[in-house]
């Protein structure tokens, strides 16, 4: 059972621009994370942010976590053309047998053009 | 540093075939996890070991059997191979299983089942 959906499916932008990715979760959590993956790569882990946190940056990454909205947004400023992957997020379930274990989301796809 | 190292990269089975799928990290972490990721599907976890001689079901543990060799290893065996489980597959690690700790990935184990 997914417990995020990242919006949008898709986007493209120019090398340059600012790239913005929503993820919507269902339930309560205790941290929510971001993953990028390359094109045939596994996952890397980008960045974590608690349920008590707000806003948290780390170099043009920046996330922001409303827990009365059960959204987080992912913004990349001055997007390059390495930044091109797509974008997951992760919520830790605190259900039943799953407790503990990451939900990932079905992930942004992000196209950045030279 | 490798980090998880998962092979084979790629795989073509029949099916009815078994076949093992091998990981190992090299980062001493105690929890290790295998994952499936399918187009538009996301990841979800087949099964996960939280540390040294424990495993258990995750979303998705139907067709697969797991084994935690010793800390650094954890594999993944099809019995008798399908069609529905022509996926990647991806292991992935943590220092602990605990509350969402970021996770590692490997590159993943591209797998066809005719």
């Known amino acids: 059972s997914q417990q995020g959906e990242e919006d949008p499916q898709a986007l493209s932008i120019q090398e340059g621009e600012n790239a913005t990715m929503n993820c919507s979760y269902k339930t309560s959590i205790n941290n929510l994370q971001w993953y990028r993956q390359n094109s045939g790569r596994g996952l890397v882990h980008l960045i974590l942010i608690r349920s008590n946190e707000r806003e948290k940056h780390s170099g043009r990454l920046r996330v922001t976590l409303d827990t009365s909205k059960k959204s987080s947004s992912l913004l990349i400023t001055a997007s390059r053309a390495a930044d091109t992957a797509s974008y997951f997020c992760?919520?830790?379930?605190?259900?039943?047998?799953?407790?503990?274990?990451?939900?990932f989301g079905k992930g942004t796809k992000l196209s950045v053009k030279p | 540093n490798a980090g998880v190292t998962q092979t084979p990269k790629f795989q073509v089975l029949k099916t009815g075939q078994s076949m093992t799928l091998q990981c190992a990290q090299d980062m001493n972490h105690n929890s290790m996890y295998w994952y499936r990721q399918d187009p538009g599907m996301g990841l979800r976890l087949i099964y996960y070991?939280?540390?040294?001689?424990?495993?258990d079901k995750g979303e998705v543990p139907n067709g697969y059997n797991v084994s935690r060799l010793n800390k650094r290893e954890f594999s993944l065996r099809l019995e008798s191979a399908a069609p529905s489980q022509t996926s990647v597959y991806f292991c992935?690690?943590?220092?602990?299983?605990?509350?969402?700790?970021?996770?590692?990935f490997g590159d993943g184990t591209r797998l066809s089942i005719l």
């Open positions: 992935a690690s943590s220092e602990i299983r605990v509350w969402g700790q970021p996770q590692h």
């Open positions: 992760a919520t830790v379930s605190d259900e039943g047998g799953s407790q503990g274990n990451l939900i």
């Open positions: 070991s939280a540390s040294e001689g424990t495993t």
